[in-house]
Nanobody, 123 residues
Framework: QVQLVESGGGLVQAGGSLRLSCAAS????????MGWFRQAPGKEREFVAA????????HYADSVKGRFSISRDNAKNTVYLQMNSLKPEDTAVYYC????????????????WGQGTQVTVSS
């Protein structure tokens, strides 16, 4: 069983930056693809970014390309999401997730989920 714990959320002004972290335990982190999703109030949970087990491949939602960057440190069992040039529409609960079979781009591809961390961007 894989446990995922997100941290690093908070309140930031538009144009600011945050770095989210997701610490994994209980599994073989270095063999899983990892992803970040977000869910705003009243909206569906949506894909943000994903990274392959080695870190060699990444994917981003169009809405965050050029502003967000996903990375991982397999020695620390941690995946990161660096968020720059934040906008009010980035406000959401951000979740990290583990895909044990591939590099998924949709919610149903992911097998394990964290509890989420709130990101609020003020205008």
């Amino acid at each position: 069983q894989v446990q995922l714990v997100e941290s690093g959320g908070g309140l930031v002004q538009a144009g600011g930056s945050l770095r989210l972290s997701c610490a994994a335990s209980g599994g073989t982190f270095s063999s899983y693809a990892m992803g970040w999703f977000r869910q705003a109030p009243g909206k569906e949970r949506e894909f943000v970014a994903a990274i392959s087990w080695s870190g060699g491949r990444t994917h981003y939602a169009d809405s965050v390309k050029g502003r967000f960057s996903i990375s991982r440190d397999n020695a620390k069992n941690t995946v990161y999401l660096q968020m720059n040039s934040l906008k009010p529409e980035d406000t959401a609960v951000y979740y990290c997730a583990a895909d044990v079979q591939g590099l998924g781009l949709i919610r149903v591809d992911y097998d394990y989920w964290g509890q989420g961390t709130q990101v609020t961007v003020s205008s």
